[in-house]
């Protein structure tokens, strides 16, 4: 039998270290793991107000799960939490469904806002009304990937409720997968604007006009890997939905799969990525201040929020 | 020779194994990468060096299905 160093029995293996960790020590090494992100980065501040994005997966529960426990006791920053419905069917509304009743369990203001709401439909009719105006079209001329559709919506939405709603931050469940994964993207479609805004805390002091109009997002999760989330999620017996959505694929899902095909074979490459990233980033912001600080900043004209162009992604994609 | 079970993904996977096999070397012959799946036996977490024995029935939960 594997033991922790306490001489507990082991429940997990975390190769990257080399080391087994009994339940306990697990749990204690992702609360640690956190607080010391939070710390470094100085994520929160007193008089902050955080608006928590809870799809009801195991990432977001987690955060809210941990951060709840750290907040709690904190009189000097409030908090609540918001799901977005998709409208992609049985799958979200279980999901929602879970996120409820997490937030209810911890005593957590929560707050639903759908596609419909904002655009008339949600992503059922959208992608059925793409399919119908493809048609005829070759590949690379239209965009059918459901994922576009679906970030730009979902990222419009949470900035401007989260905006309207006053809070000072929106903390979301990324973890160690989905940050090096949006590196890796970044790199290969040489968005070097997308990642200038990368990082522990999504930085928009570059674009001083539009500043005020994002509200910025923390990712206390960046440093967990997803399978970890995953087992914390599990040991903790934290309300989660496993459900696949209908609409994943694209880019992001075959990265995926490189990336864990080479953590399997070194240990810790993940983390290396990261790494490396994070002390590229004043570089990056820097390439990025000289060659696009002069690129005119604006408001789309259609809906008021922030873009680079005339129409904003989600007026371009969605009207 | 050692008979074991892994479920995965709604399959029930028989295999015969060398004795002192790990669940890390099941998984790669059967071509799952053990960074996708968190591994359980009788509803309990384990470690994936775990050495298999004649029997076990091994449950590898899949952990990428988010969207």
Known sequence: ?????????????????????????????????????????????????????????????????????????????????????????????????MAKKTCKELGVEHHVFSFKQFFGKGMKEKMEEVKKQSKGKQTGQYVTEPCTYCSVARRYIINKVTREMKATKICLGHNLDDEVQSILMNYIR?????????????????????????VPRIKPLREIPERETALYAYVKKLNVCYDKCPYVGGMRFFIRDFLNDLEERCPGVKFSILRTFDRMLPAIR?????????????????????TSGEICKACELWE | MINVTLFYRNEKIKSKVSEGTTIEELLKKLKINRETVLIFKNKEPIPDTYKLKDGDKIE???ITTRG
């Open chain 1, 1 to 97: 039998m594997q033991k922790c160093h306490c001489g507990k029995k082991a429940i997990f293996y975390r190769r990257y270290e080399g080391r087994y960790l009994c339940k306990n020590h697990f749990v204690q090494s992702i609360e640690s793991k956190v607080r010391k992100t939070i710390a470094k980065y100085r994520m929160l501040k007193s008089g902050d107000r955080i608006a928590f994005g809870i799809s009801g997966g195991k990432d977001s529960t987690t955060v809210l799960y941990i951060l709840n426990k750290i907040l709690k006791p904190r009189r000097d920053i409030e908090y609540f939490a918001f799901s977005i419905d998709e409208g992609t069917g049985e799958y979200r509304k279980k999901s929602i469904g």
């Open chain 1, 286 to 306: 820097e390439i990025v201040e000289k060659e696009e600080g002069s690129e005119r900043l604006s408001v789309c004209k259609k809906c008021g929020e922030p």
């Open chain 2, 60 to 62: 590898a939960m899949l």
């Open chain 1, 190 to 214: 040489g968005d070097l604007m997308r990642a200038s805004r990368a990082g522990p805390i999504t930085d928009y002091s570059l674009e001083k006009e539009k500043g005020e109009l994002f």
